[in-house]
């Protein structure tokens, strides 16, 4: 009888199609990428016979755990085994390849985490192997498993059977208990690099006989985050959607990526200040619909190659990245310092912990934006203290003042050294710029040479050596004595460029000194040195000009060795005069401030 729908051929269907994961799944030790310490070490032990009866692999997902734990067991188990070369027609070993052998066993921990599927697996343990040489139990995820199902496991796991073996593999190791941990063997698996991924994705490519550009393999591998997995699975994904040829514009359009012309086009929109082009970039890469938590994490990627960059002095070795970005990190290395990438670091790495929460992602990241412009522009807090202290030493060479600007801004310094200067003449024993003063230890009790020490100190450095005074100078090592309960002080003047400061004033003035020690040391009684004050106050020196020499009394007379201290305003301050002053001006103008409050 005739069939009407015999004649009709049949589409022929591929049943055995496997996808790009699992048809180049490592199947030996030396096809394993990226792992090497640990692939090295397990051969290692199996040639030496050092095999342990547990192991946990650890590390990120697509990274190896589950494959190297099969390889493992293969090696255990190889007709000639155990052996790390073992042979690929080999019966066990196929059996474990594809999933038959009896005695190698892989539990998912997920969904048997229960404490009956552990005790099952404790007595069915000490039974031996059916056909292979060891039982070997492989549980995924072994974090999952429950308290009870742990303390179930433990016995076993201390004292098992000499044909038993078990391999855990773990996303979160933290998650394990601590007596599991003890009784292992562990291995964590790293990221894998972008350049591995690529050679891998490239191989690959080559056998499913596919043309894929380079930039798109990269994109491909920066996708992934160091899993491989992940990155064949994406490759996978491309070749159906794609057909024989992939283009990085299909992998940016299909996983809303960002080109590194683009990350790197932004990045040095912020570097120079150029906020409206940065928001423009942003805009259009949004509206190309691109996902800004990845476009977040790209431009923390490069700002942190870039620091890396700065540091290593141009060692790309640090770097996983390509010749594209070397050279635009070597332009924008010109741009912005390591101190100036890690401030927008900071901005970019807030901003990614907030996008988490947040309601408007985009306006989000345009905030971030203008504040990493901020801050490529920012000044460091050293760096301030440094203008400070070049102002301060600017101050009696400043430009003459305005016709209403008051005029004792160039009797500020000499202030402080005209009592120290007449006494240095009226003393027998030369001068501290005579070679004199250095061939013998200065005493302590020197107010003189400390005034001229801390003088070449910025207004706020000089504030910590307020109760400060100056112990000896003798074999050059210049000391400074902190007194009890200034312990504070002490911890905030030791600082490097300060004591750098001090050591070369010292050699300004003939002494040779190799070293400046701060240590705590109470004052003499007959210390008198002034207490340097954080910055001049320009009433102050007019009150004190303007007062005649015939107002003092006998008791205001200055002792020998009791220089005056400056007398401060006693009436308000009058803010104009402050504001005309020529060294507050010039510090207004190169920190961009204004005037809040002035006290006395």
Wanted: aromatic share 4%; glycine share 6%; net charge negative.
């Amino acid at each position: 009888m005739f069939n009407p729908q015999s004649s009709i051929p049949q589409p022929s269907i591929e049943v055995s199609y496997q996808v790009i994961a699992r048809k180049y799944r490592p199947q030996r030790f030396s096809e394993v990428v990226g792992q090497e310490h640990v692939t090295q070490t397990l051969g290692n032990a199996i040639a030496s016979g050092r095999i342990a009866h547990a192991y946990l692999f650890s590390g990120p997902r697509g990274t190896g755990k589950t494959t190297i734990a099969r390889i493992f067991a293969k090696c255990l188990n190889a007709t000639d085994g155990p052996t790390v070369d073992f042979k690929d027609d080999d019966e066990r070993c196929m059996e474990i390849t594809e999933g038959r052998a009896l005695d190698v066993l892989e539990i998912d921990g997920a969904s048997n985490n229960g404490v009956e599927q552990v005790r099952e697996l404790r007595d069915t343990a000490p039974y031996a192997p059916a056909s292979c040489r060891f039982k070997v139990y492989i549980i995924d995820e072994v974090h999952m498993l429950s308290t009870a199902a742990f303390n179930a496991l433990l016995k076993t796991l201390e004292e098992p059977p000499a044909h038993v073996k078990f391999i855990f593999a773990t996303t979160e190791p933290e998650k394990v208990l601590p007596t599991i941990l003890s009784r292992c063997q562990r291995f964590d698996l790293r990221r894998i690099s972008v350049a591995k991924i690529v050679e891998h994705l490239t191989h690959i490519a080559k056998q499913e006989k596919v043309t894929i550009e380079p930039g798109a393999l990269h994109a491909i591998a920066r996708g992934a985050d160091g899993g491989m997995r992940d990155a064949e699975s994406t490759l996978d994904q491309l070749i159906s959607f794609c057909g024989e040829k992939i283009t990085e514009g299909d992998v940016l359009s299909m996983f809303g990526l960002t080109s590194q012309t683009q990350i790197i086009s932004l990045a040095e929109a912020i570097l120079k200040g150029e906020a409206e082009a940065a928001l423009r970039e942003l805009s259009e890469l949004t509206s190309g619909g691109k996902e800004l938590r990845r476009l977040v994490s790209d431009l923390l990627n490069h700002f942190r190659n870039l620091m890396v960059f700065q540091v290593s002095k141009g060692d790309v070795a640090l770097l996983e990245i390509s010749e594209a970005e070397q050279s635009a990190l070597a332009a924008q290395a010109k741009l912005a310092d390591a101190s100036t990438a890690s401030r927008i670091l900071e901005v970019f790495a807030e901003c990614e912990f907030q996008l988490r929460s947040a309601a408007s992602r985009k306006i989000l990241v345009e905030v971030s934006i203008m504040k990493a412009i901020e801050a490529a522009s920012a000044m460091s807090l050293n760096d301030v203290l440094d203008h400070l202290q070049q102002l301060r030493a600017e101050g009696g060479t400043a430009p003459a003042a305005p016709a209403n600007s008051p005029a004792p801004k160039q009797a500020a310094k000499p202030k402080l050294e005209k009592p120290a200067v007449a006494k240095q003449e009226a003393a027998p024993t030369p001068s501290v710029e005579t070679p004199a003063v250095e061939a013998a230890p200065i005493p302590t009790g020197g107010p003189a040479l400390w005034a001229e020490l801390i003088g070449c100190l910025g207004p706020f450095v000089k504030g910590n050596f307020a109760e400060a005074h100056l112990d000896s100078v003798e074999s050059g090592v210049l000391s400074i004595g902190f007194p009890p309960g200034h312990e504070n002080a002490l911890e905030l003047a030791n600082n490097p460029k300060t004591l750098k400061a001090l050591k070369a004033k010292m050699a300004e003035l003939g002494q040779d000194v190799r070293e400046v020690r701060l240590i705590k040391a109470d004052t003499p009684a007959d210390w008198a040195a002034p207490a340097p004050a954080l910055a001049p106050t320009p009433t102050a020196e007019v009150r004190e000009e303007a007062a005649p020499q015939s107002s003092q009394t006998p008791d205001a007379e200055p002792k020998p060795n009791n220089p005056p201290k400056p007398k401060m305003a006693e009436g308000p301050v009058d803010l104009n005069e402050f504001k005309n002053d020529p060294l507050i001006k010039k510090a207004l103008e190169v920190f961009k401030g204004q005037i809040v409050d002035v006290r006395t």
